[in-house]
């Protein structure tokens, strides 16, 4: 069974009435079970459990992600190669129609900046491209990972939908980790918001996650971009998705993203259709970590400072410092606009000391090659 036949099991799933039905005693009974059903999670992501049982959701999760991962937190930086992209995605900088600076960048500039970021301490990165196939075949990303390995331990990937060939020689050359959001799980309004370009086939990028498994890479981490559907929904059928992952590629540690929209450079102004608030994210963070508790979970400097602080101990793995939206932009200025706006600018050294400053420590390398 692929997930998109899981998807459709649950896609005409009466949510309202479900969480109408819901009584204090039920939510109690699914914090306490110790392997929790999809049904226990879509108790603890509805707005009862948020109202009255978050605190407890909590202490929870912070448990079972201190038994899990121990108090730590992995650092990662993002490098965007390029900004060229060939979708009409309507909430996105990177739009096609959009009347940006466009760049990419040179081997020269891939070995400048890849010396950047190792000086900054960093041996996480993930690589970003926008969505151009023509731009930025998969031979040119194979070419900057070639050269980014002399300087990092772990190259993520997140660039528009390969071919399992094409994810197994980028596996050569040595990219060990991927990055994709579906965007939006909800297959109705997928093809609204994606109107045009490659990005516009809804299946395509939902199975792109499981080929990155199947090339063996070490870790693959998915989500939705909150605020673009109901967050409930998209966080339960982002759970589904780890959780298939989990289950079929043991091999592979599975992480999700809770990224929330945010104003992007270009033409024009994307309102979100819905609102996710700070609680909100707290709430999708531990009922993720109750129901998968050894998934990964990232926060990106979407979030601000002190927000981001504050989820410290919550459920997150992983946070990115030092980020920079722009292509290039670690070894010199720049060389575009931004494809959204940062909320938190901190260094490596500033968001390393406010994760000491938690009592947590600072993973900078996760691994060796064996």
């Keep these: 069974m692929s997930f998109y036949e899981i998807y459709k099991q649950y896609?005409?799933?009466?949510?309202?009435?479900?969480?109408?039905?819901?009584?204090?005693?039920?939510?109690?009974?699914?914090?306490?079970?110790?392997?929790?059903s999809e049904m226990d999670l879509l108790a603890l992501l509805s707005p009862k459990a948020g109202q009255d049982h978050l605190e407890a959701m909590a202490q929870k999760s912070n448990e079972l992600t201190i038994r899990?991962?121990?108090?730590?937190?992995?650092?990662?930086?993002?490098?965007?190669?390029?900004?060229?992209?060939?979708?009409?995605c309507i909430y996105c900088g990177f739009n096609r129609t959009n009347h940006i600076s466009r760049s990419r960048l040179t081997m020269e500039e891939v070995e400048r900046e890849g010396a950047a970021i190792q000086a900054m301490g960093v041996r996480h990165i993930i690589i970003l491209t926008g969505e151009s196939r023509a731009v930025t075949p998969p031979s040119y990303i194979a070419d900057c990972a070639r050269i980014l390995r002399k300087y990092v331990s772990s190259i993520c990937i997140e660039v528009y939908s390969l071919t399992?060939?094409?994810?197994?020689?980028?596996?050569?050359?040595?990219?060990?980790?991927?990055?994709?959001?579906?965007?939006?799980?909800?297959?109705d309004i997928y093809p609204i918001l994606h109107p045009s370009g490659p990005k516009h086939d809804y299946r395509t990028r939902l199975d792109s996650p499981e080929k990155a498994c199947i090339a063996q890479y070490r870790s693959v981490n998915i989500g939705a971009l909150l605020g673009l559907d109901e967050w409930r929904r998209e966080v339960f059928y982002t759970a589904l998705h780890a959780k298939y992952l989990t289950d079929r590629y043991p091999g592979t540690d599975i992480a999700v993203s809770l990224p929330r929209i945010r104003p992007c450079a270009g033409e024009g102004t994307f309102h979100p259709k819905c609102e996710v608030d700070d609680?909100?994210?707290?709430?999708?963070?531990?009922?993720?970590?109750?129901?998968?508790?050894?998934?990964?979970?990232?926060?990106?400097?979407?979030?601000t400072p002190e927000f981001r602080d504050h989820l410290i101990g919550l459920g997150v793995t992983k946070m990115s410092a030092g980020s920079v939206t722009e292509v290039g932009?670690?070894?010199?200025?720049?060389?575009?606009?931004?494809?959204?706006?940062?909320?938190d600018p901190r260094s490596v050294p500033e968001m390393a000391e406010a994760i000491h400053r938690h009592g947590y420590q600072c993973v900078y390398k996760d691994w060796d090659e064996i």
């Design 164 to 187: 399992q060939e094409e994810y197994e020689m980028l596996y050569e050359a040595g990219v060990d980790s991927f990055t994709m959001f579906q965007e939006t799980y909800n297959e």
């Design 68 to 88: 899990n991962f121990g108090k730590t937190i992995l650092m990662f930086t993002p490098l965007y190669l390029a900004n060229y992209c060939e979708n009409a």
């Design 279 to 303: 609680r909100a994210i707290v709430q999708a963070m531990t009922a993720l970590r109750l129901f998968l508790p050894r998934l990964g979970i990232t926060v990106s400097t979407r979030e």
């Design 329 to 343: 932009g670690h070894a010199e200025s720049p060389k575009t606009e931004g494809q959204f706006e940062i909320s």
């Design 11 to 36: 896609k005409e799933f009466d949510y309202d009435g479900f969480f109408a039905s819901l009584s204090d005693s039920a939510i109690h009974t699914a914090l306490n079970k110790p392997k929790k």
